[in-house]
């Protein structure tokens, strides 16, 4: 059984990791992709809406996609979301399954600094899609990620949470940049409005 995990502060979930984590199930022929907030991500700001709205928000986005699923495991966890801690307790739970975790090309240049990222790499394979401003340099990673990044192409979309929570600050449109449930959710919650 192959599984990926398209993981995520997902504030909000986008059509561009929905793009990824498709594009992942169909280029290695995943059974699975789970997709997972996480609760406090490492390397960047906290999120805007709280664990529960991005879990709710993601439950949302996939459904409908018989192969696509929600994680909560970091949510629940609480505290700082390292994805080492994440895969130790999913292969322990699942240990017949290979897992990939699916990341964008920001992220492939960054995996270096990961937590335990020498510990990770022997423990799954990551795939990696590209993203509009960032370049994919395989060849730069250091020695114990060579062979373990496999690339899957996607529709190029130049989309990102950070622009989401600006447009709808700003009163602008999100539809189709979101899935219409996410959208709804959005509107209905009055999330990332701005307060008075
Ligand atoms: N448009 C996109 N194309 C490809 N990968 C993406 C895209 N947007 C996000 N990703 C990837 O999805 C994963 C989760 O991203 P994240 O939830 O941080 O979204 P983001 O849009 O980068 O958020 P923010 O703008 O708040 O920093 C990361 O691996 C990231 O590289
Ligand atoms: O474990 C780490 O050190 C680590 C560092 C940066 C990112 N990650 C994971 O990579 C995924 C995408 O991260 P982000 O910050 O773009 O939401 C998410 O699941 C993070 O928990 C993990």
Redesign the pocket.
């Known amino acids: 059984m192959k599984i990926g995990i ?6 909000p ?2 059509i ?2 929905l ?2 984590g498709e594009a992942a199930r169909d280029a290695y022929a995943l059974d699975h992709v789970w997709f997972m907030p996480s609760h406090i ?1 490492p390397h ?2 906290q999120a805007g809406a709280s664990g529960t709205e991005r879990l709710e928000m993601t439950s949302e986005a996939v459904a409908g996609h018989p192969a696509f699923g929600v994680l909560d495991i970091e949510v629940l966890r609480g505290g700082v979301s390292y994805t080492i801690d994440t895969i130790k307790e999913l292969q322990e739970l699942h240990p017949a399954v290979d897992f990939y975790f ?6 492939v240049n960054y995996l270096p600094h990961w937590q335990g990222i020498e510990e990770l790499a022997q423990r799954i394979c990551f795939i990696g ?4 401003g960032f370049q994919l340099a395989l060849n730069e990673l250091p020695h114990y990620l060579q062979n373990k990044v496999l690339l899957a192409d ?1 529709p ?8 989401i ?1 600006e447009r709808v600050a700003e009163g602008r449109t999100t539809r189709y940049l979101v899935p219409d449930r996410v959208h709804d959710y959005i509107t209905r919650g009055g999330l990332y409005e701005v307060q008075p």
């Open positions: 398209m993981g995520g502060t997902f504030d979930i986008h561009g990791h793009l990824a991500p960047k700001h699916i990341i964008g090309a920001d992220m899609v590209r993203r509009p996607m190029v979309v130049d989309i990102s949470s950070t622009d929570r």
